[in-house]
């Protein structure tokens, strides 16, 4: 049973920097695509960012418009954990971020339904 653990939330001002862990247990990198996901109060679950595969052993990134050029997503096979590098943090990505994972090939890798696997998520807030 894989299971995923997020890390690194907290509080910062505008314009500051976070670094998110997700931790999983279980084999998961071979044939998975995982991602961020947050969830602001009253709004709906959106994707952040992802790493995903196309089923022939490559992977690939996709953000989300609002976070592109400020965040990036990386993850280390050897230690099983995602991380997503936040930079030039603004008050509206104020939100409950989670850690996804799915595996096999998904046509749209951003869209939070094709993801069966969640964490408890990391609250982060950015202050102004």
């Known amino acids: 049973q894989v299971q995923l653990v997020e890390s690194g939330g907290g509080s910062v001002q505008a314009g500051g920097s976070l670094r998110l862990s997700c931790a999983a247990s279980?084999?998961?990198?071979?044939?998975?695509?995982m991602g961020w996901f947050r969830q602001a109060p009253g709004k709906e679950r959106e994707g952040v960012a992802v790493i995903y595969t196309d089923g022939r052993n490559s992977y690939y990134a996709d953000y989300a418009d609002f976070v592109k050029g400020r965040f990036t997503i990386s993850q280390s096979s050897a230690e099983q954990t995602l991380i997503l590098q936040m930079n030039s943090l603004k008050p509206e990505d104020t939100a409950m971020y989670y850690c996804?994972?799915?595996?096999?090939?998904?046509?749209?890798?951003?869209?939070?339904?094709?993801?069966?696997?969640w964490g408890q998520g990391t609250q982060v807030t950015v202050s102004s």
């Open positions: 279980g084999y998961i990198y071979s044939g998975y695509s």
């Open positions: 996804a994972a799915t595996r096999g090939v998904i046509a749209t890798p951003l869209n939070r339904n094709k993801y069966n696997v």
